[in-house]
């Protein structure tokens, strides 16, 4: 029997789900070096069995879609920020293997400072910088690693040092830093090359796992379809041009950090109630914890920006806050401020909330008759639906829903102001289920209002609710 | 000497896209650029000669995933 000594790495998903139609390949074109350096890292990371605890940070570039590859943790941070990202995980999670993949133009060019001050921290992280010398994903602009004379879309008569600058070698920025264990730059010119290149990537992993600090690997990645030539070509114009440039080696192999970290357990912790009087909102705290949940409650509001679906979203966490739950609030919107669709996921709990997203909800509060539409068949069966009935004429349509139909929006006209009409639906909900109780509900509003003057107002809206929802329930 | 005792590399045609990174990469010159085209319109690359020595430094060059795996014989005896 034959055996299979070299396979498509384990933590690459078997087949990938991605928009565009392949799902066999990558989106990258034809020799392109991400794909190579992917190959590498997803080996790294299986031979370090550290599959299970890898985030990886994508960037901004050609590579933004590593999710679509890596089957591990991954973040897509903003252009550049992926080191800040990286530096935040590392922070609060201290088993996570936290990669940060970035091209020339996000690290070199708009990150440059979320790099130089994540590696002057020495985080320890692992920072795969590939260096194309091109901006790929835009079509081929002049990046800040660009060599001199090297003719791009923006520099259509070669890079001239006099307009735009010298290349920029990051690895020997890096290195002027002190506390970075590890920095190597490499290429992928040539067979042999890649070999080396697969032991920096798997020395800066295994730094991470052993915990050194900061480790740097830039490597030297040909961009076939942007430099104008064949894959061929391009390696060979990557070793004749780019490696007298950015010479490949080794600039730093500490065995081990430069300085001995703060051990947590150690450091005194600040107490909630502390950071809240630092905050100057210590006196305020509302403290109820009376409630007991039937069910987690995983809500949905959504409406017309300017509906206020927003704001009460974060008016219902607070009080589950307030009543001493467990509670998450996740915004999402159009890039219209008013008159654009929105809505907030809250899940309310006894215990941790894993995720804030909520596809499946079990209460759904809709203020028009589109929200309606988008979100009545996501609701859970058994769940809850209600409608603000004078934006949304019809009835809902599901019977394994409980559904309630108040005029909101003609009831909060009738007090005055339109925008409370969000409150006297969430007022009939608290009502109906118990999450939260009236009484929280008014304590917590003046807290939550920034317009003092319109507390009396939802003190009315409130006062609506329960009348309508004495009337009707 | 039949296929079974020698070493082998399999380019899945699906996910080649035809770059000829690996052909440069192998020592032995094993790999070619076939004739057919795959569905994305790549000529891809095929095994060509059985001089194979399992090295994998095509595999480490592929910038696509899995598109070759490579197969080492079985150990004499074995």
Known sequence: ????????????????????????????????????????????????GIQDRTIFCSPVGCSVFAYYYFDVGNIQCA???????????????????????????????????????????????????????????????????????????????????????????????????????????????NAAKVMKARMAIRKALRNQVDKKGFSFVEILSPC????????????????????????????????????????????????????????????????????????????????????GVLSTGILLANCAIAEGLKTTWLPSYGAEMRGGTANASINISHTTIGSPIVSFPNVLMVM??????????????GGAIYVNSSLAPRKVRREDVAAYHIPVSDMANNLGAIQSASVILLTVYALVSGAITIETLQKVIPLSIKRKNLVDLNMRAIEAGIAWYGENC | MGLEEKNFIEINPKRCKGCAACIVACPHGCIEIGSEINQMGYQFARFAVRKCIACGLCFYTCPEFGAITVYKKPRKGA
């Open chain 1, 1 to 48: 029997m034959h055996t299979i000594k070299h396979q498509k790495a384990r933590s690459l998903y078997p087949t990938f789900e991605r928009k565009a139609p392949g799902a066999d390949v990558s989106h990258y074109c034809p020799g392109c070096g991400h794909g190579t350096v992917h190959n590498l890292i997803a080996e790294a990371i299986d031979d370090l």
């Open chain 1, 79 to 189: 252009h550049g920020r992926a080191p800040a990202v990286a530096s935040a995980i590392r922070r609060t999670n201290e088993e996570a293997i936290v990669i940060s993949y970035q091209g020339d133009g996000d690290l070199a060019g708009i990150g440059m400072s979320q790099i130089v001050h994540a590696a002057n921290r020495g985080e320890n992280i692992t920072v795969f910088f590939i260096n194309n010398a091109i901006y790929g994903m835009t079509g081929g602009q002049m990046a800040p690693t660009t060599i001199l004379g090297q003719k791009t879309v923006t520099t259509p008569e070669g890079r001239n040092a006099a307009n735009e600058g010298f290349p920029i070698g990051m690895a020997e920025i890096i290195s002027s830093l002190q506390a970075p264990v590890f920095i190597e730059r490499v290429s992928l010119a």
């Open chain 1, 224 to 307: 076939p379809v942007n430099w104008k030539m064949t894959a061929v070509e391009a390696r060979r114009w990557l070793e004749n041009n780019l490696e007298p440039v950015f010479p490949v080696g080794n600039l730093r192999d500490l065995p081990k950090g430069p300085f001995d970290r703060v051990d947590k357990k150690k450091v005194a912790r600040i107490s909630n109630k502390k950071i809240l009087e630092i905050l100057g909102v210590g006196e305020e705290e509302v403290h109820a914890g009376t409630v007991q949940l039937q069910e987690e409650q995983n809500i949905k509001i959504a409406g017309f920006g300017g509906q």
């Open chain 1, 368 to 381: 028009n008759l589109p929200s309606l539409d988008a979100f009545e068949d996501t609701v859970r069966p």
